[in-house]
């Protein structure tokens, strides 16, 4: 007779699948949600999509709960009708039907966990894709303020959650509650007075699991603080082992340990075990229950009140009635936690994408014979850019994109105290090189944020060709800029493919022209497949230096109008960098370009110099004159001030 | 393995060894209910005899009730054991850990070393718990209720001697195909971490770029095969539990059929054939959870293994055994100290790793450093200057040559004592959550306020500790004051200085302080510390030309030795790092 113990191992198996970081055998943080509810509600509408199979699941889930049911009921008809009578022709053909049973059960089943492993992954699916598309069109300062690892765990923590509800959770919740009903009915169809007895028991195994569970979460509360704890410690005195070493700190540092370990292992040992009495004590009750039942029928039958096959019937289903108990408690605890991480996985989502209400667009042009921009349709290549501005009465005007950008009394701050910029005006002419210079936190890279917009400003204005960039729509005003950041990112794929970044429809001969340009060739020739070198861990595998070589070619291949270099060749020593300066010039030839805080040999022969100190220009001016002034400048040159 | 692992349970034996054997009462005890049940059918309700069915039933519930104690004794004791075992493995991880040195730590990498300790260690003591719990409760069930099942009836038994082969390959068929598919959504999952992980590092590049489009599609592509992969394990190990139903089911009806016969024939009471159905569904049962515990431990296989490294790594830099007995005694080494800082390099080469393919970072160096010298190592990155410095506090060991300070081989010193007279300031500057003075008293454990104060005034620190409202007693790290990298470099530098040195080491530890500020600090140190053998890894010329002695490295080798004005002259490195330095202004 299929019995309910059997969603136990079902769990277990489940979970196994799952791989590591499953629940354990303990309660898990049990975090509320902040509105259940709400959340509850927000996961269910993924399932709206899948009405068809939700429906089959439910038909799966009764009918599997039927079967079960039956199958222990049968008992009492083979005892009854069958053995005792002697009836073997009739024992075999009840014993046919029984197998049917039991394999119409086996089939719903068997559908039902196939049904729900699909709908369960592809809802995860759904809801991983619409997340990172969300994470896309976020701001940057959305990242900056949140902890990668923070975001990360959004997708497996949190997505895994909701996934291990809506695969596993709901149903067994379901049939554990159909397992439950159905057998409880089932009881007192069987006998009405032995089911009171069972009652009883029930109740006082409910009352027992209620207390003891809310006693758990409370030891289970306080190990997960000492767990913080002891993770902390550990992070801090392995991170920092190496001072630990330099000042013979160690015995310091396992006396705090070992005081920090002890106590979580007494936090730890009441934890595990008010969380490991329940099975026994809800298990062995129901033996207690079993044994009453046994007695109570047995007394029964003897007075010729009950029969023995009803009683057999009867002890199938009091043999484990309490486990639904168990497994609905653990399973809610389950969907609890799936809403809390679903809330924390919606509230990324339902932040709103970065603004971007510019209707300016950039437009690939060439000049007519009369020398009138035009734009171009099709596949033929771009020989001008242009910018796209409608006007308000109707109909576009065609600005040609040149590269005049022009900072216009830009106060900018970060979080609303802390002003990062004041009252910044410079003007960079189409072709002219501008540096800045000036020291850490002095707003630098700001002025680069603020240009491609990856924040916006406070007050003042940007214009660029005369265009104020908040009219223009971002992946345009992007499109127009060359961004060589400080750390240079690189993707998994090949040399080719992190060059192609830049500009996706490059031929691979564009790209070996724009490393040629950059002085990249040389080292991508070495290596082991040339340009078809894969890049693994963000290039690990590449060493600073040949990092921004790549990047620059980036850049190069992208060919934009405006560049900005934000400490582009900060980690090249000073060998290569008399190699890069070729591919700057390159680089530089026709085109606008921002350059921040570099060595003399870029920022010297930049068309104007401005020194930034707090958020303002004190000083501006070419190489020659700001050294003949004699001011910061001069000092920084001379290495008498402070530089980040 | 097994046995280093073992041996870390400790005290705790004893409680697993009560575990085991409150399991086995605990097992008999339920073993028993279906025979007695039985009874109370065929003895009790056939021969209408009230009082025997009271009486087994009392006894039933009897036994339930003891299984409840001894439940709870094992719930208690495996706790115990599990999280006391998991506490000494956590502890000798640690004491292990603590005595690695530089090139074991850089082996291993922090991070893992963290993970080895944590999730590892859990996941041991998860395995245990279960083990104690459950897993080892298996088999004494399995036999416990075969010897009631055939006790019962020897011929029906055959029964299960048919299902269990069945139940068993089943089990190994799926299992096996479905650990590859596992291995597979396991690589999937990497892999779409990877590209999460990759996109958020690279968020600015990607923006910059308008690249949103592509990195979703290549997203798609990874969160689709994940998903997929997720499906194909999931659909496999789906068949499991059909599987081990139907054969439980089939076992079911056969014994019904064969049993059904005995009982009409009088072998056999209709009581026993019920107990005979829960036996064999104990039997069975025990059959499925059995074999979860071969999931179980292929898991923690795994993290066994990585915890046992860290155990079985020796410390590659460590006492000689005879200074660790006392001075004096016999055998005991004399336990030489670090008076005057005379540093020499006898032929000194240095690579990191043992294997021979790795490159030497440093070639016969050959170098003396007077006591109260202020030397300053410069030359390009990676020229092997923090390897130079590093070998004096012995953070590593020579590979060949030596290292001698004040004229004693540093592998004759004990560590302890050799470090005690270096005040070194990283490269990475780290202070550690507690208070700011908390933080110096690493320098020297029972420094006065007094002279913590002295020490920050010389770092230039102590104005800056001052304008804190809480001051020396500021918290720092989580929740506490955020320090700015010139900051922390000169606290750092205090924390040095506390120690009272015969030598320093500063490496690269003034880069984020100002040039102004540097000057301040380098005055004071030639004014209190006077004695004190400075060696300083600078980059900027303003910090080392006022050095008694610069070496110029060059590729692992001492290119140049000798005053800022000689080199000058003699050597066309330094002169090209004084001149980089003139024309721009990096830092």
């Known amino acids: 007779m299929p019995d309910t113990r059997q969603s136990a191992t079902k769990a277990g198996t489940q979970q196994a699948r799952r791989g590591p970081g499953g629940p354990g055998m303990g309660p898990r943080s049990i975090e509320r949600p902040r509105d259940f509810k709400v959340g509850f509600a927000r996961i269910l509408r993924y399932l709206r999509r899948s009405k068809l199979a939700v429906a089959l699941i439910l038909a799966c889930l009764i009918v599997s709960a039927a079967a079960m049911l039956a199958g222990s009921y049968f008992i009492k008809p083979l005892i009854n009708e069958y053995i005792v009578p002697g009836d073997f022709r009739g024992l075999a053909t009840a014993l046919a039907r029984l197998a049917g049973i039991y394999l119409v ?3 719903a089943s068997f559908a039902q966990t196939r049904l729900t492993i699909r709908l369960g992954q592809r809802s995860a699916n759904i809801i991983r894709g619409e997340l990172f598309a969300k994470m896309q069109s976020l701001d940057l300062a959305f990242f900056d303020t949140h902890a990668h690892g923070e975001l990360m765990s959004r997708y497996t923590n949190d997505v895994d959650n909701i996934q291990l509800m809506l695969e596993q959770s709901l149903a067994q919740l379901v049939s554990s509650a159909l397992a439950f009903a159905g057998s409880v009915a089932m009881m007192i169809v069987l006998s009405p007075s032995l089911f009171l007895f069972t009652a009883a028991v029930l109740a006082l195994m409910i009352y027992l699991s209620k207390s003891i569970g809310s006693k758990s979460r409370k030891h289970f509360k306080k190990q997960q603080e000492l767990l913080g704890r002891l993770n ?14 330099a000042f013979n700190h160690e015995a310091q540092m396992r006396a705090e340990f070992y005081g920090i370990n002890e106590g979580f292992r007494e936090a730890a040992a009441s934890a595990s075990f008010y969380a490991g009495v329940i099975m026994p004590i809800m298990g062995n009750l129901n033996n207690v229950a079993y044994a009453g039942t046994a007695v109570l029928g047995g007394i029964l039958a003897v007075a010729g009140r009950f029969d023995i096959g009803s009683l057999a019937a009867f002890l199938q289903y009091s043999r484990h009635i309490g486990m639904p108990i168990n497994q609905i408690s653990s399973q809610l605890n389950n969907i609890l936690a799936a809403v809390a991480g679903a809330e924390r996985v919606f509230e990324v989502m339902d932040r709103p994408p970065e603004p971007d209400s510019g209707d300016v667009t950039l437009l690939a042009a060439r000049r007519d014979e009369a020398g009138a921009l035009v734009p171009i349709e099709g596949g033929e290549r771009a020989k001008a850019w242009a910018w796209n501005v409608p006007r308000p009465e109707g109909g576009a005007e065609l600005v040609p994109l040149a590269g005049d950008v022009r900072f216009e009394g830009v106060t900018f701050s970060y979080d609303g105290k802390k002003t990062v910029l004041k009252e910044l005006s410079v003007h960079a002419r189409p072709g002219h090189t501008i540096a800045f210079v000036g020291s850490t936190g002095a707003g630098k890279t700001t002025i680069a944020n603020l240009l491609n917009r990856f924040y916006d400003i406070g007050s003042g204005a940007i214009l660029y060709d005369g265009i104020d960039v908040r009219r223009i729509k971002k992946d345009s005003l992007r499109r127009s800029l060359g961004m060589v950041l400080q750390d240079t990112h690189l993707f998994t794929g090949s040399v080719m493919e992190n060059i192609r970044y830049g500009r996706p429809e490059a031929r691979d001969e564009d790209c070996v022209a724009a490393a040629k340009a950059a002085s990249a060739d040389s080292f991508i020739e070495r290596l082991p497949e040339g340009y078809g070198t894969l890049i693994t861990g963000d290039g690990a595998n590449l060493s600073q230096g040949q990092r921004q070589l790549l990047a620059i070619a980036r850049a190069y291949v992208a060919s934009p109008p405006v560049l900005i270099l934000d ?12 190699l890069i300066a070729r591919g700057m010039d390159a680089l530089f030839e026709g085109r606008t370009a921002f350059v921040i805080a570099h060595r003399l040999s870029t920022v010297r022969r930049a068309a104007a110099i401005a020194v930034l100190e707090r958020g303002e220009i004190i000083e501006m001016g070419t190489h020659e004159e700001l050294l003949a002034r004699k001011g910061r400048y001069y000092e920084l040159c001379a290495g008498t001030a402070e530089l980040g | 393995m097994l046995k280093t692992l073992y041996s870390h349970i400790g005290r705790y034996k004893r409680h697993v060894l009560a575990c085991v054997a409150l399991m086995a009462c605990d097992v008999v005890a339920v073993t028993l209910m279906p025979t007695l049940m039985g009874r109370i059918v065929d003895e009790g309700v056939a021969g209408k005899d009230l009082a025997y069915i009271a009486r087994t039933g009392a006894l039933m519930a009897a036994l339930s009730l003891a299984a409840i104690v001894f439940g709870v004794l094992n719930a208690k004791l495996s706790a115990e054991a599990a999280q006391g075992f998991a506490a000494n493995l956590r502890r000798a991880l640690f004491d292990r850990i603590q005595s690695f040195s530089f090139s074991n ?5 922090a991070p893992s070393l963290v993970t080895r300790l944590t999730s590892d260690v859990g ?12 897993l080892l409760r298996a088999p004494l069930m399995l036999v ?11 011929r029906l038994s055959l029964v299960i001697l048919a299902a269990m082969p069945l139940l068993v390959a089943g089990i190994a068929l799926i299992l096996r195909t479905a650990e590859k598919l596992f291995t597979d959504t396991q690589s999937r999952l990497d ?3 990877g590209a999460v992980q990759e996109n958020l590092v690279g968020i600015r590049t990607v923006k910059a770029y308008v690249r949103e489009e592509f990195e979703k599609r290549k997203f798609g592509e990874a969160n689709g095969a994940l998903t997929n992969a997720g499906i194909r394990a999931g659909y496999v190990i789906s068949m499991l539990f059909p599987m081990m139903l139907a054969v439980m089911n089939a076992a079911m009806i056969a014994v019904i059929w064969f049993g059904g016969g005995m009982v009409h024939a009088g072998g056999m009471g209709t009581g026993q054939l019920i107990s005979f159905i829960s036996y064999i569904s104990e039997i069975l049962f025990s059959v499925m959870i059995f074999s979860m515990v071969f999931i179980l431990f292929a898991r923690a296989e795994a993290s066994g ?7 079985r790594t020796e410390p590659d830099v460590a006492d000689k055994p005879e200074l660790a007995l006392a001075a004096g005694s016999p055998g005991g080494a004399p336990r030489p100290r670090v008076r005057e800082g005379r540093i020499e390099f006898r032929g000194a080469s240095f690579r990191y790793g043992a294997d021979s393919r790795s490159r030497d970072v440093l070639s016969g160096i050959d170098l003396d450093i007077e006591p109260g010298q202020f030397v300053a190592i410069v030359g390009g990155t990676g020229s092997g200057k923090t390897s130079l410095a590093s070998l004096v506090p012995r953070f590593y060991d020579v590979s060949a040559g030596q290292v001698l300070v004040d004229g004693v081989d540093v592998r004759d010193y004990r560590i302890e004592e050799l470090r005690a007279g270096i005040g070194i300031v990283l490269q990475k500057n780290l202070l550690f959550s507690g208070s700011i003075a908390g933080n110096l008293r690493w320098g020297s454990k029972d420094a006065s306020d007094e002279e913590i104060a002295q020490a920050a005034r010389v770092a230039q620190a102590d104005e800056f500790v001052r304008s804190f409202p809480e001051g020396y007693e500021t918290l720092l790290g989580q929740g506490g004051v955020n320090l700015s990298g010139g900051q922390k470099q000169r606290l750092c530098i205090a924390r040095a200085l506390l120690r009272r040195p015969a030598i320093l080491i500063l490496d690269d530890s003034t880069s984020a302080v100002d040039t102004a500020t540097e000057a301040r600090i380098r005055a004071e140190f030639t004014r209190s510390l006077k004695g004190t053998t400075v060696i300083m890894i600078a980059q900027r010329a303003s910090s080392f030309i006022a050095a008694d002695k610069i070496v110029v490295l060059d590729d692992g080798a001492v290119s140049a030795v000798g005053t800022h004005s000689e080199l000058l002259a003699r050597s066309d490195i330094y002169r090209e790092i004084c001149l980089s330095q003139q024309e721009g202004f990096g830092a």
């Open chain 1, 567 to 578: 400490e582009a060749t900060s980690s090249i020593d000073t060998r290569t960098e008399h």
């Open chain 2, 123 to 134: 996941q041991l003591q998860n395995t245990l718990l279960m083990c104690l719990r459950m």
């Open chain 2, 105 to 109: 730590i850089d082996r291993f990498s």
């Open chain 1, 232 to 245: 902390g410690n550990i992070e801090e005195a392995i991170g920092g082992l190496k001072e630990v070493k």
């Open chain 2, 191 to 193: 892999d779409l971490n």
């Open chain 1, 105 to 107: 059960g086996l089939g």
């Open chain 2, 305 to 311: 293994k990585r915890v046992v490294e860290v155990l």
């Open chain 2, 144 to 154: 416990s209720a075969t010897v009631f099942a055939v006790s019962i009836n020897a």
